[in-house]
């Protein structure tokens, strides 16, 4: 099956600095999802993003399929940006892979 | 709209007992997911249902681990004498076929085995 490797396992950040988080695949995905887990737990949807770039107000996402790999970035952090970044990749319909995610802790 | 729920939202059992964990997917979404997820790791596919099709079960652990989904809506996850390494959050997720697979998350139940 599809290898997902995230890095880096952890990152500690100062409030207001950015980062970049990263998603390497073993294979072709025509699927491919981040997510933020915030402390309770529960799996917010950051960006559906198999290929190209979107961003969403402070995070935008790049994935470049033909090198497998895909980048979330995170500017001006904040303290409510802390939690595991997870992300996830199906080659077909059906069950997704997900990497270990970056554990990111955001100080004031 | 709704999102995916889940029930319970927590729950403790004895070894060696059954228990049933529900999910109710987003409507109109016709693929729905089982995951779970031990403490400090990622996640883990369990089953995958996807309209009338045979479903997925290539991640299921073991035979005590059954699902099933009825009218293409709700589904139940069934683990059958329960062990401690059973210990983790169960979640749910479903997806509109033909939007690209999208995945959106329930919450999870907690599951505990004493």
């Known amino acids: 099956g599809i290898q997902v490797e995230q890095s880096p396992p952890d990152l500690i950040l100062q409030e207001g600095a950015n980062s970049t988080l990263r998603c390497n695949f073993s294979?072709?995905?025509?699927?491919l999802q981040w997510f933020h887990q915030n402390p309770w737990g529960q799996l917010i949807n950051l960006f559906y993003i198999p290929s190209g770039t979107k961003q969403n107000g402070r995070l935008s996402a790049t994935t470049v399929a033909t090198e497998r790999y895909s980048l979330l970035y995170i500017s001006s952090s904040q303290t409510t940006d802390s939690g595991v970044y997870f992300c996830a990749v199906a080659g077909n319909a059906g069950k997704s892979t997900f990497g270990d995610g970056t554990t990111l802790t955001v100080k004031p | 709209g709704a999102g995916v729920s889940q029930s319970p939202s927590n729950k403790v059992t004895e070894k060696g007992k059954d228990v049933e964990l529900r999910c109710d997917p987003i409507?109109?979404?016709?693929?729905l997911y089982w995951y779970r997820q031990s403490l400090g790791q990622g996640l883990e596919f369990l089953i995958y249902f996807q309209g009338n099709s045979a479903p997925d079960k290539s991640g299921l652990p073991s035979d005590r681990f059954s699902a099933e989904r009825t009218g293409g809506s709700v589904s139940t996850l069934t683990i059958q004498r329960t062990q401690q390494e059973d210990s983790a959050v169960y979640l749910c997720a479903s997806s509109r076929v033909g939007q690209g697979y999208e995945q959106y998350f329930g919450p999870g139940t907690r599951l505990t085995v004493t």
């Open positions: 294979d072709s995905v025509n699927n």
């Open positions: 409507s109109g979404h016709t693929a």
